[in-house]
């Protein structure tokens, strides 16, 4: 099992959006289960 990754917004965009980036994040996370954080307002 592959290690699990932590993202930001900014490296899923560059694979979405096909910055220069995108083919070398997309190298260092293949494969691997991705999580990313979340903002939630507290009431």
């Not at 694979?15 to 070398?24: A, D, H, K, Q, S």
Request: hydrophobic share 55%; net charge neutral.
């Amino acid at each position: 099992m592959a290690a699990i990754k932590v993202v930001d917004a900014s490296a899923l965009a560059a694979l979405l959006f096909g910055e220069p980036e995108g083919p070398e994040i997309a190298t260092l996370l293949r494969g691997a289960p991705l999580v990313a954080t979340s903002w939630r307002k507290s009431a």
